[in-house]
């Protein structure tokens, strides 16, 4: 389990450090838990999509690739929703690790964050977490995208997949004349 140091500043009380600790440790949690079910429910639609895709084939049903066809796109909806639940985690985490954290070390977020993500995307989370009025950092903070798992190029190519699942139906049926139902 992730800790911080025990490291006492003047200007943080001993409650303070404590909580942010805890803090620090149940965001350390919740991002690893949240990140494991993503990939897992991805693989479970991926298992899914492949099945669907099989058994249209050895039915020839071509309607049965645009059921498919619908996978990808839940998948994308997935993978906003969790990049929405998980952001306000990885923030918490960077901003903890920013403020109590010794300096020039490399800690577990923003290491992490730096290498799969970026780190001008880190700065910018640190940028946000600067910024003294709560209404301004949550407004900013929410048109942040976490481009852990929300990648644009990774949303097209499954927007794509989609689209090729219903063209595949489309071809089937007309020129190879599977049934659609």
């Given at each position: 389990m992730a800790k911080l140091p025990n490291i006492k500043r003047d200007d943080s009380s001993t409650d303070e450090i404590a909580f942010a600790r805890l803090e620090f440790q149940q965001a350390i949690e919740s991002f690893k838990t949240g990140f494991?079910?993503?990939?897992?429910?991805?693989?479970?639609?991926?298992?899914?999509?492949?099945?669907?895709?099989?058994?249209?084939?050895?039915?020839?049903?071509?309607?049965?690739f645009i059921v498919g066809a619908l996978i990808p796109?839940?998948?994308?909806?997935?993978?906003?929703?969790?990049s929405k639940f998980l952001m306000p985690v990885l923030y918490t985490a960077a901003?903890?690790?920013?403020?109590?954290?010794?300096?020039?070390?490399?800690?577990?977020?923003?290491?992490?964050?730096?290498?799969?993500?970026?780190?001008?995307?880190?700065?910018?989370?640190?940028?946000?977490?600067?910024?003294?009025?709560?209404?301004?950092?949550?407004?900013?903070?929410?048109?942040?995208?976490?481009?852990?798992?929300?990648?644009?190029?990774?949303r097209a190519l499954l927007f794509v997949l989609s689209l090729l699942q219903i063209v595949s139906a489309a071809i089937l049926n007309i020129f190879f004349d599977w049934r659609i139902l």
């Open positions: 494991s079910l993503t990939i897992q429910i991805l693989t479970v639609f991926v298992v899914a999509n492949v099945t669907i895709i099989g058994y249209a084939i050895s039915s020839q049903l071509a309607g049965i796109l839940m998948m994308i909806l997935v993978i906003v929703g969790v901003t903890i690790e920013s403020r109590y954290g010794k300096r020039n070390i490399d800690w577990l977020i923003s290491t992490t964050t730096s290498v799969i993500v970026s780190s001008n995307f880190l700065r910018r989370i640190q940028d946000i977490s600067h910024i003294d009025n709560h209404e301004e950092r949550i407004k900013l903070l929410k048109k942040q995208r976490l481009e852990m798992i929300d990648r644009p190029h990774f």
